[in-house]
């Protein structure tokens, strides 16, 4: 008797379970990108049904419970389809260029409870044999906040990016201290600071033009740079704290960029 084998092989020796799910196809990119999401549902195994329905037109390639489990619902080397609409330095096929990591995690909506140590050290390892198989740049693992900040919010302000950073993943830079607050500016409102911080913004990645104009976009675009690398205060002020923290983050994406280049 010949058991039946299913098509779907754990690309990563720490993956606990294989429950293949049907959304997915062909990628059109070149896959350079981790995008980190929470499943913000306050049933785990309700959030991977739903991932596996067909008819939710919604999966990604990893989710992570609580317990650092990890199951695969897609093959690396498939377009899932975890990100919607988002954006990243000019890319607006994500899925294309992402692998996409769920975390359970029931998020903002279900009390935002803290991500247990177990839970991180498995996504870590995780990224880790990501890191092994494909050449993903520290700069573009990312929170689906930031490719999407006008719908999203996940991972969040608590989840440890520092911790990943230490352990090689990611891009991470020491957030410069919250002073006392200066100019505040409202939506609406011109002036040339706002075009700088836009600016910088766009240059790291995300979806904003520096006009000078704050509008919803900017603002939230802001707060999403804040959850990912300033996650003390999440308010979509551009300060100095923001401001400083987003120039730290720009050198040093430039140093190391300039350490791997051939002399």
């Known amino acids: 008797m010949v058991a039946l084998v299913s098509e779907l092989r754990p690309d990563s020796c720490v993956v606990a379970e294989v429950k293949p799910s049907p959304n997915h196809g062909e990628r059109k990119g070149t896959l350079d990108m981790i995008v980190l999401h929470y ?21 990604a390639h990893y989710v992570v419970l609580q317990d650092g489990y990890i199951v695969q619902l897609v093959a690396e080397a498939r377009r899932a389809w975890h990100a919607g609409t988002s954006s990243w330095a000019g890319e607006t096929d994500i899925n294309s260029c992402s692998i996409g990591i769920e975390i359970a995690n029931p998020g903002h909506d279900y009390g935002y409870p803290a991500f247990p140590k177990r839970q991180i050290a498995a996504v870590t390892a995780l990224c880790r044999g990501i890191f092994t198989r494909h050449r993903i740049p520290a700069d573009r693992v990312l929170a689906h906040s930031d490719v999407a900040p006008t719908r999203k919010q ?17 891009l991470w830079v020491k957030p410069a201290p919250i002073a006392p607050a200066g100019a505040i500016f409202v939506l609406g409102e011109t002036n040339p600071t706002i075009e700088e911080m836009q600016r910088l913004l766009a240059k790291y990645g995300y979806g904003v033009t520096a006009t000078g104009y704050l509008d919803g976009t900017t603002r939230d675009a802001v707060a999403a740079f804040q959850r990912h690398f300033r996650p003390e205060r999440v308010d ?21 960029l300039q350490s791997i280049q051939p002399s």
């Open 39 to 59: 499943t913000g549902m306050a049933d785990t195994q309700a959030a991977i049904r739903q991932l596996c329905t067909p008819t939710s037109e919604v999966s």
């Open 236 to 256: 979509g002020v551009i300060d100095v704290s923001t401001m400083a923290t987003l120039k730290a983050l720009l050198a040093e994406r430039k140093a190391r």
């Open 154 to 170: 996940d991972p969040g302000e608590k989840f440890p990016w520092k911790v990943l950073a230490d352990s090689g993943i990611g």
